[in-house]
């Protein structure tokens, strides 16, 4: 485990090797604080990553899917998957670095988890351990403590399945661009050059979900990112497209197990210490 941080842009740290990635130890930690703006650009690593944010929020694109990722929650990147980070805020990153024999703890894919106190408080301790912490020691107690913590973590849907097919592809950008477009799926239908019955089909093959499924957990994503900002919870609700605030409440919490205002909490300080 390390407290180290990298100098440099996300693009030089992604040409960098990193200790992390080979130190003879199950897993490593790893922290740096990012600007607001910065991406790491597309890259991959040899290990698995749990990726942690204390404050601010990171968006993750995998070729598969697209995370919002808020202040408290943990993404899981098995090894060798390419992605990119983008930052929201001012983001306070803390990861570790899983050997594949530890990351058996870990989901077999890309996963958002839910990090219980005991999880976060491990994950800091870990950053203040060095690089090879003692496997009997301190070290070995938190790194099996932290297997265990992540073994036990629900996952939760802030993942989003992106459609590959060109006209989704273009659906899908508009969306993310304006989630409160109130078009139907008809009137989208119109607009990308299909029938409704292909686009609702088109739509279950490429991503698993109903048109409908599909744009709420957009919405809800996006209202969870400026939540993570500090936006009201009423405002973020408005800015996705919800007009009644107990449905956006209801369905907020449906999707995350929490509401907007514990959403809000884990706002843009992100409980640091």
Known sequence: MSGQKLSGSGQEARRLPLPQDAVDRPLAAFMRDYRDGESTGRHSHARAQLLYALRGVMRI????????????????VPAGEPHSVSILGQVAMRALFLREDAARAGPAGVTVLATSPLLRELILAACEEPLEWDEHGRGG???????????????????????????????????????????????WAARIGASPRSLS?????????????????????????????GVPPARAAAAVGYASAPA????????FGVTPAEGARMGPSGGER
């Open 61 to 76: 694109a995998t070729d598969g899917a697209s995370f919002v990722l808020p202040a408290g929650r943990a993404l899981w």
């Open 248 to 255: 956006f409440g209801a369905a907020f919490r449906a999707a």
């Open 141 to 187: 107690h938190l790194a099996a403590l932290m297997l265990d913590e992540i073994h036990r973590a629900p996952s939760l849907p802030f993942g989003l399945p992106e459609p590959r097919e060109p006209r989704l592809a273009r659906l899908s950008a508009a969306l993310r661009a304006d989630p409160a477009c109130p078009l139907s799926l008809e009137e």
């Open 201 to 229: 089909r088109l739509f279950r093959a490429e991503t698993g979900l109903s048109f409908g499924a599909w744009r709420q957990q957009l919405r809800l994503a996006e209202a969870a990112a400026l939540l993570a900002q």
